[in-house]
Nanobody, 118 residues
């Protein structure tokens, strides 16, 4: 199993920045990709971004392209989500998750709240 712990959420004004971290432990050798998802009140959870754990290929939802950057530090088994130019509509609980090549995202963190005030 893989255990994930997010940190770095908080309250920020529109236009500001935050960096989220996702520390992985356990069977980290099984991680194929790490993704970030978010869920706003009353809305379904949505994909934000993902990174291939070994090769570093990245994928972004259109709504965050050019503003958010995903990265990872393999030595620390930690993923990061740098969020710039934040908007009120980015307000949500942000979750990191991991998957292996043969599965969907099956390990999830507890989530961290991001609130962007206007």
């Amino acid at each position: 199993q893989v255990q994930l712990v997010e940190s770095g959420g908080g309250l920020v004004q529109a236009g500001g920045s935050l960096r989220l971290s996702c520390a992985a432990s356990g069977r980290t050798s099984s991680i194929f990709a790490m993704g970030w998802f978010r869920q706003a009140p009353g809305k379904e959870r949505e994909f934000v971004t993902a990174i291939n754990w070994s090769g570093g290929s990245t994928y972004y939802a259109d709504s965050v392209k050019g503003r958010f950057t995903i990265s990872r530090d393999n030595a620390k088994n930690t993923g990061y989500l740098q969020m710039n130019s934040l908007k009120p509509e980015d307000t949500a609980v942000y979750y990191c998750a991991t998957r292996n090549p043969d599965s969907d995202y099956d390990y999830w963190g507890q989530g961290t709240q991001v609130t962007v005030s206007s």
